[in-house]
């Protein structure tokens, strides 16, 4: 995945979101046995782990701007575990079966994507594209109608991961992470079901 940073420390005006009953256990696309569950407090540090692990120390989240992102009101964090044994699953963090996270709130109309964080050895096997949709639907029940992220404009790999999943570049950002690298804003409008279905 590539660094997914907000944008503004700004408050703003938001809505809790809630995750319905999720499945216990689900194959994306057939691959690799995950489920998608909400974070649980226990989880915090392997989370931060992953983040270290996941992004360059500029990029990286400390324990407490981690914290600050993922107790935010209207913010909320899913987290991708590997099933029991984890079945020819990736490795994941030694003695825990976490894959990767998303941490997302909802602003007003727009969702926001603050960061998305998969384990390398999870990477390409449907965990990002998973925890991603399950964020915009949170996101899109919340009443968003667009959701927004960045990620440093050298970072090819997740520029190409999210057009694929339907953003577009919005703007450039200068100095964005750091003062020192430059994000891409990228947005993606949210399809809402036809009434009736």
Known sequence: MGGLR????????TRRCFLPALPPLTR?????????R??????FETLWRIDQACFEPQLAYSRPEMAFYIRRPGSFT????????????????PGCGILGFIVAEARRA?????????????RRSGVGSALLQTAEEQLLRAGAVAVALETPVNN??????YKQKGYFVEKTV??????????????KELARAPIGT
């Open 78 to 93: 899913l987290v991708a575990e590997g099933g029991e044994g984890n079945g020819g699953a990736p490795a994941a963090i």
């Open 38 to 43: 909400q974070f649980q407090k226990a989880d």
């Open 156 to 161: 090819e790999p997740a520029i190409r991961f």
């Open 174 to 187: 200068a100095g964005y992470y750091s003062n020192q690298l430059d994000a891409l804003v990228m947005t």
């Open 6 to 13: 907000p944008g503004s420390r700004a408050d703003y005006e």
């Open 110 to 122: 727009r969702g926001h994507i603050i960061t998305i964080d998969v384990v390398a050895d999870a």
């Open 28 to 36: 994306y696309n057939g691959g690799v046995p995950f489920r998608i």
